[in-house]
């Protein structure tokens, strides 16, 4: 069972917005910066969002972060077929010293 | 561009030993922290640990200590993840990722290595 809750899955229409959440604690997101991972078929998890909120060079302004409390959430705008992906949210975990995943959403573009 | 290349898949017997290899290219090794992450069949994502590139030393997580041992080969910028007397359940695929930004441990992780497929059957 992961540290931080993800829905399994979420959906979406092309053009559509989707939001994805992710749920933790104090010691996880409370404290510390929230980072977000695509993993598309196939292939290795990339970072799509950093310290929250940021974007690496490359990644769409279609993909945004955000974060308040002790939950975060990437939400993706403008919904493409290409976006259909494995979304893994990650922070780290004071208590537990280390770094803490979620389970994973799997994003369907239908 | 920065880029981890990691060893291709491999099938091994229970009790045999493991060594998953992680070549580095496009940036100073020794900068950024190294770290591996664990997929079982069907979970999620599992942080194992960091190795420091500059110093050697490893940190190791719970339920990774022991077997695991995280090690490095800094005159060809690889970092290497070895496991012995494998089980079963170590079937999963094993990914290198660097630690981002100034390369600091607690870092978002970029890039990832394509990942391992480590498979122990008998």
């Keep these: ?110 | 561009q920065v880029q981890l290349v990691q060893s291709g898949s491999e099938l091994k017997k229970p009790g045999a030993s493991v060594k998953v290899s992680c070549k580095a290219s496009g940036y100073t090794f020794n900068s950024h922290a190294m770290n591996w992450v664990r997929q079982a069949p069907g979970q999620g994502l599992e942080w194992m640990g960091w190795i420091n590139t500059y110093t050697g030393n490893p940190t190791y997580v719970q339920g990774f200590t022991g077997r695991f041992v995280f090690s490095l080969d800094t005159s060809v910028s690889t970092a290497y993840l070895q496991i012995s007397s494998l089980k079963a359940e170590d079937t999963a695929v094993y990914y290198c990722a660097r630690s981002g930004g100034n390369g600091y441990y607690r870092n978002w992780f970029d890039p990832w290595g394509q990942g391992t497929l480590v498979t122990v059957s008998s």
């Design chain 1, 1 to 110: 069972q992961s540290v931080l809750t993800q829905p399994p899955s979420a959906s979406g229409t092309p053009g559509q917005r989707v939001t994805i959440s992710c749920s933790g604690s104090s010691s996880s997101i409370g404290g510390n910066t929230v980072n977000w991972y695509q993993r598309l078929p196939g292939t290795a998890p990339k970072l799509l969002i950093y310290s929250n909120n940021q974007r690496p060079s490359g990644v769409p302004d279609r993909f945004s972060g955000s974060k308040s409390g002790t939950s975060a959430s990437l939400a993706i705008s403008g919904l493409q077929s290409e976006d259909e992906a494995d979304y893994y949210c990650a922070a780290w975990d004071d208590s537990l010293n280390g770094w803490v995943f979620g389970g994973g959403t799997k994003l369907t573009v239908l």
